[in-house]
């Protein structure tokens, strides 16, 4: 499916949109994990840390930021990133914030979107006064490494990310601002 660029638009999100996000979320981490997580885990990790309770906070909270892509006349989510204070576990400074979350549905990626809300968060980070952006990404996903390398970030730090029962092991990222 070739999708037109011209066709995805990006805005800020807003209250209101929190359904659109979480289902933004749903779908892409079941799109990118479904061949390595069980189903059990993949259902409670979405419903927990996708739930449209959880967008309403972050849209409530003014330390976070985020963006919503949408595409098609219907302005169908198809994803998001969302900028917020940094919760990793590495030394952190006041200066510091994070990419909590980045999504793009695939039939959307490579179509210049991911950079396009990067290069937002970078503006909306440095008119804000931060210096670093940081952010989590699963170690073995060559094609989400390969962008953030491109695009300047660089390995910071390790964590692990528990899904269900399982722990991941992740890359911390950051980008001096």
Not at 122 to 147: D, H, K
Not at 156 to 171: K, L, M, P, Q, T
């Amino acid at each position: 499916m070739s999708v037109p660029r011209s066709a995805v638009s990006i805005r800020d999100a807003q209250r209101g949109d929190e359904a659109r996000l979480a289902l933004v979320g749903k779908a892409t981490f079941l799109e990118s994990y479904a061949h390595l997580l069980p189903a059990e885990d993949i259902l409670a990790h979405t419903e927990r840390n996708h739930a449209p309770g959880l967008y309403g906070e972050w849209l409530s909270d003014p330390r976070f930021h985020l963006w919503l892509v949408e595409a098609g006349p219907g302005k169908a989510p198809v994803g998001y990133l969302a900028l917020s204070p940094p919760d990793l576990p590495m030394d952190l400074t006041s200066k510091d914030v994070e990419v909590r979350r980045i999504y793009i549905l695939h039939p959307f990626q490579r179509l210049g979107i991911g950079r396009a809300m990067m290069e937002r968060a970078n503006g909306y980070a440095r008119e804000a006064g931060f210096t670093r952006i940081l952010l989590g990404v699963y170690s073995r996903n060559a094609n989400a490494l390969a962008f953030y390398e491109r695009i300047g970030f660089g390995v910071v730090g390790e964590r692990y990310f528990r899904v269900g029962a399982n722990e991941y092991f992740d890359y911390i990222l950051g980008y001096n601002l």
